[in-house]
């Protein structure tokens, strides 16, 4: 079993949805919380950070930790066909000294216009 | 300003070959990490440099693999005697300190090995 399962997808939505995007993971030791996006042919580029529980909210996107249940989630607000791209989450056990990040799979979203 | 690049992006390399491939960090970066992208998978890591010590490279897959990052900037990652299994986009990342939580991702290698 992985460290960090996340749904590949794809999912497909209308513009100006809501989505919803989520991981979970088994590490109890991941305190840092990242997404990055992808877009096809391009390397990721980090869209959300979040220490720890809580909520961070930034324009249109939003990341939620939930460490107790070891499950996080990206929502993504009046969601645009600029944001059809793969979505990685993306966990640290510590910062510094190498924090080499663990991936999710990713989930090709798809917004249509 | 100019962000990671990597060279080539493309690669197709006859199994059996070696080949290198080559990263430039962001000016300045401290901190250097090659990760390894299958087809329809999140990048794994592979290896980790602060400035031109390697610190970890405990995803190597394989003894095949070696990395450098000799004078502290430039990285090159060599693969030998190529096997199909390596096949996957080589992902390059640097960020300012040790201490960041930002990595800045090149546009990665594509290596296919026929």
């Known amino acids: 079993q992985k460290e960090v399962e996340q749904d590949p997808g794809p999912l497909s939505v209308p513009e100006g949805a809501i989505v919803s995007l989520n991981c979970t993971y088994s590490n109890s030791a991941f305190q840092y919380f990242m997404w990055y996006r992808q877009y096809s042919r391009k390397g990721p580029e980090l869209l959300m950070y979040t220490y720890s529980s809580g909520n961070k909210e930034d324009g249109r996107f939003t990341a939620q930790v939930d460490k107790s249940s070891k499950y996080i989630s990206l929502f993504i607000r009046d969601s645009q066909p600029s944001d059809s791209a793969t979505y990685l989450c993306?966990?640290?056990?510590?910062?510094?000294?190498?924090?080499?990040?663990?991936f999710g799979a990713g989930t090709i979203l798809r917004v249509k216009s | 300003g100019a962000g990671v690049s990597q060279s080539p992006r493309y690669k197709v390399a006859k199994r059996g070959q070696d080949v290198a491939l080559r990263c430039d960090p962001i000016?300045?970066?401290?901190?250097l990490f090659w990760y390894q992208q299958a087809l329809g998978q999140g990048p794994e890591f592979l290896t980790y440099f602060q400035n031109e010590a390697q610190l970890d490279k405990s995803g190597l897959p394989s003894d095949r693999f070696f990395a450098e990052r000799p004078e502290g900037s430039v990285s090159t990652l060599k693969i030998q005697r190529t096997q199909q299994e390596d096949s996957a986009v080589y992902l390059c990342?640097?960020?300012?300190?040790?201490?960041?939580?930002?990595?800045?991702f090149g546009p990665g290698t594509r290596l296919t090995v026929t």
């Open positions: 990342a640097s960020s300012s300190t040790t201490g960041s939580y930002e990595q800045y």
């Open positions: 000016s300045g970066h401290v901190s």
């Open positions: 993306a966990m640290s056990a510590a910062l510094g000294y190498g924090n080499k990040l663990v």
